[in-house]
């Protein structure tokens, strides 16, 4: 299944309780924003989120990427 733009996103990822970070922080590489590019999303999940949460949620949509500092 896919993911239709970002509100979508920000849904589904509440609903099963992944939070993401959606402001940038200072530095080259800060990268905290739900960013799209040609239907693939790219986002940035909070520290302390559990890898198999994010494992499933990306089995279930298949145009997402998440990030996870541990």
């Not at 996103?9 to 099963?16: A, D, F, I, Q, R």
């Not at 530095?27 to 905290?32: E, I, K, L, M």
């Not at 940035?44 to 989120?49: I, P, S």
């Given at each position: 299944?896919?993911?239709?733009?970002?509100?979508?996103?920000?849904?589904?990822?509440?609903?099963?309780?992944i939070?993401?970070?959606?402001?940038r922080?200072n530095?080259?590489?800060?990268?905290?924003l739900?960013?799209?590019?040609?239907?693939?999303?790219?986002v940035?999940?909070?520290?302390?989120?559990e890898?198999e949460a994010?494992k499933?949620?990306?089995?279930k949509?298949t145009?997402?990427i998440?990030?996870?500092n541990?």
């Open positions: 299944m896919n993911l239709h733009n970002k509100e979508h996103v920000k849904t589904e990822l509440n609903k099963v309780g939070n993401i970070s959606t402001t922080t530095g080259q590489n800060s990268f905290r739900i960013y799209e590019s040609y239907g693939l999303f790219c940035n999940a909070v520290k302390g989120t890898l994010l499933s949620f990306t089995n949509w145009n997402i998440i990030t996870s541990m």
